[in-house]
């Protein structure tokens, strides 16, 4: 496991917004696993975000549970390589005040045990 992504993720879910300095961090990891990451992804997309765990992580499921209220939608967001199997190697779990927040979240949290 990639210690320093995975306590990426931990400071993404701890935040309620996305620093200038989170955004940074995390753009990094990510070009540092996707050959074809645009650094000026919009971290605050849900549809960004969703493109970057479909091109990262194709095939994988998502699923997201939250409720949509502001400031704080607490959302849960976890990605699996497979819904039949409980039993994956690699699986990434993030939340969030928002959605994006929280897919971000997950999307770290995997790349860190892959």
């Known amino acids: 496991m990639d210690k ?9 879910e701890a935040a309620l917004e ?3 300095d989170l955004r940074a961090k995390a753009a990094s990891a990510i070009e540092a696993k996707f050959e ?3 650094p000026a992804t919009d971290f605050d997309s849900t549809d960004a975000v ?5 091109r990262g992580l194709p095939g994988w499921t998502i ?7 502001h400031p704080n939608g607490h959302w849960h967001c976890s990605l699996r390589r497979s819904d039949i199997r409980d039993n994956d190697p690699y699986v990434g779990i993030g939340a969030g005040p928002t ?5 971000l979240g997950a999307l770290i949290g ?5």
């Open 4 to 12: 320093t992504l995975a306590q990426l993720a931990h400071e993404i």
């Open 18 to 20: 996305l620093t200038d």
């Open 36 to 38: 074809d990451f645009d």
């Open 50 to 54: 969703l493109g970057l765990v479909r």
């Open 63 to 69: 699923q997201l549970k939250g409720t949509a209220t």
């Open 99 to 103: 959605l994006p927040h929280a897919l």
């Open 110 to 114: 995997a790349l860190a045990q892959a």
